[in-house]
């Protein structure tokens, strides 16, 4: 008899517990191995310092982040979006570094109900006719930073150009986003493997070419590989270097010198003026050592989003969580974020330059800024 | 395009040749004497140009780096076969690469423990980092350039020394036939021990010439290993100067392949067409050559003769 009045206190005691102690869960998933580790890296110590500095919680509630590996591979992120869902019960998927890795990854989780928050990729495919209430960006639309590109190289009166990225989903939209605003002769497009090492049979085409300038989008490990051979083959003498998402805090500690005065466009900076960003960088730089990129500060900015989100739905219930965050006006180290009809951010592009600072460390400044308020292409064609 | 380009790329290509030679030397002897599928060969590429660029960095000479990181190479060839890979000669294909595969695992893992997740900054030395007149009006990079000739070097003495002398011979029998090989009174498990270590210092070298060009980070020689693989395929598995044939044929497949497929494609196709069917058929090029290769020659070009 006394054994049944325990075991009944027990069950008594285990259903009122939830309500109690309810917590926030989310998977966050990111790229930790391979050449692309150093970007993931980058997002999971960001997500660290976020929940740090909300003393571990969401909105409130006692917080989890689940960080898990997706390893660049679209069948592996399929396999953690599920994983998320259907054993770890997340509340909010969050994070996702690639294009193509979101496209993968899109609908499943969208349709299960739950939000699905990238902290970077963008593809064009998840903005338009193909959208969901229940994605959101936290960074921006992949078409945007080249667009900010292009129109800067329009301004500065470049005449023709020579275009080079990745053969992918980001990849096009980058090429595409550029020339939306970039009006000179476009002399070629090339489109390079994803994860290529060796760009010297690219660079020696280039080199016969002989264009004014150039403009990648060499992300990660890419990056590091184009800018070095670039300088090696001594390509300075032949065309001039634009990029995006190619020098980065993530890529310049092996560059080096090398990029010391290139000019890229970005919608986040170190130096932004504002409390949560000297906030953030300060304390990333002491935890960390080093700057962090914008891959870290769109992570950092996701969390944020969602303990923002949280707190003012006073649940984790996917709706009133959408609503909040639909309305924008959403805190981040870019200041108060806002959100377009497609659920992208309309946001400043700054353009940036690579410098020394006063330590003599390699990083970026913010030199002007290309476009206020600047709101995607697509968000036109996006009907809930 | 003009003649000078193409010349361009066909060193290019050469240049990724003969750095491909290095890694699947050693992979086809291996391969082909001890009957042992080594997946972890990749992961030497990636210990010789750490063991370069950290030799570098405490001598401030990248010469004396590279000459120092060689023995490094070497001896740890020798451990890894004494530690694990001996152990597994009698396991079949499948434990082996199942083993190997985990060896990668472990390799990048304590990389990243080690020296971080991100790539170490390795440049050029000061002498290297010109140009060579190849012909006038044809600069080519100075380290590229000197990379085809180490290669090449390394090509005429692995060749020579199989070819001419009396381990050579020894070699040359084990590929052939290993049991016989072993019972004329050769010691086959030094033998192989040797050649472990020699295609482990191959491959180690491969990665210290990459690692002034590509990002020094764990895992790069992975890609590679595939291309090696396919070397060795197409030129005969345990044949040398198959491989050689082989590895050059796939460099500059591979070059060209990126080079002039998208500009072949839009001569008859509209360019968004054009622009996506040519990398993705540039990236395929090497394997549709292994498959004709197969179709037509199933033991590669140039199989050891047994």
Known sequence: MKKLILSTALAGAMIAAPAVADTVKVGFMTTLSGSAGVIGKQQENAVKLAMEHLGGKLGGMPGEVIIMDDQRKPDVAKQLANRFIKSDKVDVVAGVIWSNLLVAIHQQVTRSGKLLISANAGPSTVAGAGCHENFFSLSWQNDQTPAAMGKYMQDQGVKEVYLMAPNYQAGKDMLTGFKSTFKGKIAAEVYTQLGQTDFQAELSALRAANPEATMVFQPGGMGVNFVKQWNQANMNSVSKL??????????????????????HTQSWSPDIDNAINKKFVADYK?????????????????????????????????????????????????????????????????????????????????????????ADSYAKDCKF | MTFALILEQIF????????????????????????????????????????????????????????????????????????????????????????????????????????????????????????????????????????????????????????????????????????????????IRLLFRLIFAAGATFAGLAGMMLGPLTAVEPGMGEGLLILSLVVIIIGGIGSVRGAFIAAVIVGIVDTMGRVLLPVILRSFMDQAAADGAGPALASMAVYILMAVVLVFRPTGLFPPKG
Not at chain 2, 83 to 89: K, S
Request: proline share 4%; glycine share 10%.
């Open chain 1, 242 to 263: 634009f990029s995006v998402f190619t020098t980065d805090s993530t890529t310049l500690p092996a560059i080096k010198d090398a990029a010391l005065g290139s000019r």
């Open chain 1, 286 to 374: 002491a935890k960390f050592g080093g700057y962090p990129s914008y891959y870290a500060s769109q992570a950092y900015d996701a969390i944020m989003a969602i303990d923002y989100a949280v707190g003012k739905a006073g649940s984790t219930d996917t709706a009133a969580m959408r609503k909040v965050l639909a309305a924008g006006n959403i805190p981040t180290t870019r200041g108060n974020l806002k959100m377009n009809t497609n659920h992208f951010p309309i946001q400043d592009f700054y353009l940036r330059e690579v410098v020394k600072d006063a330590d003599g460390v390699v990083t970026v400044k913010t030199v002007g800024t290309v476009f206020e308020d600047y």
């Open chain 2, 12 to 187: 290019n290509g050469f240049q990724t040749g003969v750095t491909l030679f290095l890694i699947a030397a050693g992979l086809t002897l291996v391969l082909g004497i001890m009957d042992f599928v080594n997946l972890a060969h990749g992961s030497q590429v990636m210990i010789g140009a750490y063991a370069a660029t950290v030799l570098t960095a405490l001598t401030g000479n990248f010469y004396l780096g590279v000459l120092l990181a060689i023995p490094v190479t070497f001896l740890f060839g020798i451990v890894l076969e004494l530690v694990i890979i001996r152990h597994l000669y009698q396991r079949d294909h499948m434990e082996q690469v199942l083993a190997t595969f985990g060896l990668i695992l472990f390799f990048n893992e304590a990389v990243r423990i080690g020296f971080g997740p991100g790539a170490l900054f390795f440049n050029l030395p000061d002498s290297l980092s010109g140009f060579v007149m190849v012909m006038p009006d044809m600069p080519y990079p100075a380290f590229r350039f000197s990379v085809i000739w180490v290669g090449l070097a390394c090509a005429i003495l692995i060749g020579l020394f199989v070819a001419r002398t009396r381990i050579g011979a020894m070699v040359r029998a084990g590929a052939s036939n290993p049991e016989m090989t072993a019972a004329l009174g050769i010691n």
